[in-house]
């Protein structure tokens, strides 16, 4: 069997702690990995190893640091497919989902290879006479990175380059269900010529975390995953005096008016909703339908949610893949198998399906419900998987009402031909992302990705301005030199004397 051990100081280390975690094939439920959990012990070793590499790395020029985040994106460039093949043989989405993974995190890596523009200070002469006041952004020194299952390579590299670009040393704690693409990272990292100690990985569970959080050698928290937990990291990091930034779970609405292409529409709630085994903080989980055009929509989205192509993720005819674990395809069934005792209209039903040859594998089918009520659980919850829900409102004011009473304010879409509906509703709705016709509005790498209320606590977002912002903290300096002709007797700075 397979085993995954930690990556600290440049080279692999083997777990001690004595403890193993499981990794699955999805597809076939077979345990095919074991990883190490990291003990107390090993928490220490990866900070003590990022604090260690601190004492140069953030002081290097930052030519040196671009240099080697050149090479780095060269080496992921090339290693794409071995990065999507350990996505899908972990995670289970379909091979060109897991493609489109590691093409989201090359776009922070570009980002971070243009870290000497982002860093530019600046600077005000002669505020008062013969003094100069000038801002500039430091690294904080070693960071913490807790990552989630979903995403396995695209959400640490939203992290990690970007953290090391500004100088600063980083541990990598990703998810145990599928920890490979992590280590792999990692090593073309220490390829690129990344010093050792920069970038550690290490693998755990609640004690890896908790010891990240409260380890007094970490300056700084990043952490993406569900709501409960984003809330505890955020608490528990910053009574620790660190600097944190939370991205939590979501509930994405996407409002759509009598006046848009329903076809359109239709084709962005299947993508959206079932893309990545709906697997993702940024899928589109409810639709609210203009009771108008309610009817006409269901359909449209019904008719090509049942021509989806369910199936192993390294099969090229697969368009969506398993679930996770077994244990998270039973909780995202048990929505659907409820719905229909909490007043919805069950027009799809993925509860049953299987795979021949592969009937031990987790898998789903994708599920739509009509009539949903905003007191259901399939409404209130973040299911986390292929489910879809309708919710039917009279007006554009009744669809927005509905969105911003939502804790959840991570992604929201609206599809309209109106150009002012969609001007106010950018204004209106209450989401750190907006789409307008475009149903995942997640910000390309120069701009930053996060939500509002229940769905993000700190107040970074990540990537774009806010990442560099979050990694660097900014110190002003005022200076005041006398005047070069006012120099002590029998220095002679060839500067004629003030009489």
Same mark, same amino acid.
């Given at each position: 069997?397979?085993?995954? =051990? ?17 990794? &699955? ?12 959990? !990291?003990?107390?012990?090993?928490? #220490?070793?990866?900070?003590?190893? *990022?604090? !260690?590499?601190? *004492? ?17 994106? +060269? ?5 794409? /497919?071995? %990065?999507?093949?350990?996505?899908? *043989?972990?995670? $289970? ?11 989201? $995190? ?5 980002? +971070? ?32 990175? @807790? ?52 970038? =550690? ?27 409960? %937990? ?10 620790? $005096? ?7 779970? *979501? ?9 848009? /292409?329903?076809?359109?529409? !239709? ?18 989980? !409810? ?7 309610? #009817? ?11 021509? %989806? &192509? %369910? $199936? ?11 679930l996770i674990t077994k244990a998270h395809r039973d909780k995202v069934a048990s929505y659907v198998t409820g719905a229909a005792a909490q007043g919805a209209e069950v027009v799809l039903d993925g509860t049953g399906f299987t795979v021949e040859g592969h009937e031990d594998g987790h898998w789903i089918g994708l599920s739509l419900l009509d009539r949903v009520s905003t007191d259901s659980d399939a ?34 879409? @609206?599809f309209t031909r109106d150009g002012g509906a969609a001007r106010r509703f950018q204004l209106e709705v209450e989401a750190g992302m907006v789409g307008v016709n475009v149903p995942i509005p997640v910000p390309v790498g120069y701009h930053s990705f996060g939500g509002w209320k229940d769905s993000l606590f700190g107040d970074h977002h990540i990537y774009g301005n806010d990442g560099v912002h979050f ?20 220095? /002679? ?7």
């Amino acid at each position: 069997m397979k085993t995954v =051990n930690h990556w600290i100081g440049g080279k692999a280390v083997d777990g001690t702690s004595g403890n193993w975690g499981p990794v &699955t094939d999805p597809a076939t439920g077979a345990v095919t990995t074991q990883v190490a959990l !990291a003990s107390a012990a090993e928490v #220490d070793a990866a900070v003590a190893s *990022a604090k !260690a590499a601190y *004492a140069t790395w953030g002081t290097s020029s930052l030519s040196a640091r671009t240099t080697v985040l050149f090479r780095y994106r +060269a080496l992921l460039d090339a290693h794409r /497919d071995e %990065i999507a093949a350990l996505i899908t *043989a972990e995670h $289970g989405k379909v091979h060109s989902d897991a493609l489109g993974e590691v093409a989201r $995190g090359l776009e922070i890596v570009e980002l +971070a290879c243009g870290i000497t523009t982002q860093l530019k200070g600046e600077l005000s002469t002669q505020v008062s006479s013969r003094v100069d006041v000038s801002s500039i952004r430091q690294s904080i020194g070693v960071v913490a990175g @807790i990552t989630p299952f979903n995403f396995p390579a695209m959400v640490p590299m939203w992290m990690f380059p970007l953290a090391i670009a500004c100088g600063n040393t980083f541990v990598l704690k990703p998810s145990e269900k599928d920890p490979s693409a992590a280590n792999l990272l990692a090593e073309l990292a220490t390829e690129a010529g990344l010093p050792d100690g920069v970038l =550690n990985v290490l693998h755990g569970d609640k004690v890896a975390v908790e010891g990240l959080l409260s380890h007094p050698d970490v300056a700084a928290v990043s952490f993406v995953g569900s709501t409960p %937990i984003a809330r505890h990291i955020h608490a528990t990091a910053t009574a620790h $005096g660190k600097r944190v930034q939370a991205l939590g779970g *979501a509930k994405n609405h996407m409002l759509v008016l009598p006046d848009a /292409d329903l076809d359109a529409a !239709a084709d962005a709630a299947v993508s959206a909703a079932y893309g990545s085994a709906g697997e993702r903080c940024m899928a589109i989980s !409810a639709v609210l339908a203009v009771s108008s055009v309610a #009817d006409e929509l269901v359909a449209k989205i019904r008719e090509r949610a049942e021509k %989806i &192509t %369910i $199936g192993p993720g390294n099969d090229p005819s697969s368009e969506m893949g398993p679930l996770i674990t077994k244990a998270h395809r039973d909780k995202v069934a048990s929505y659907v198998t409820g719905a229909a005792a909490q007043g919805a209209e069950v027009v799809l039903d993925g509860t049953g399906f299987t795979v021949e040859g592969h009937e031990d594998g987790h898998w789903i089918g994708l599920s739509l419900l009509d009539r949903v009520s905003t007191d259901s659980d399939a409404y209130r919850d973040e299911i986390f998987g292929p489910v879809l829900c309708v919710l039917r409102v009279d007006t554009y004011e009744e669809g927005v009402a509905l969105m911003n009473a939502s804790p959840f304010g991570n992604g929201t879409a @609206i599809f309209t031909r109106d150009g002012g509906a969609a001007r106010r509703f950018q204004l209106e709705v209450e989401a750190g992302m907006v789409g307008v016709n475009v149903p995942i509005p997640v910000p390309v790498g120069y701009h930053s990705f996060g939500g509002w209320k229940d769905s993000l606590f700190g107040d970074h977002h990540i990537y774009g301005n806010d990442g560099v912002h979050f990694y660097t903290r900014g110190k002003v300096v005022t200076t005041r030199w006398p005047d070069p002709a006012d120099a002590p007797a029998g220095v /002679d700075l060839g500067f004629p004397r003030n009489h």
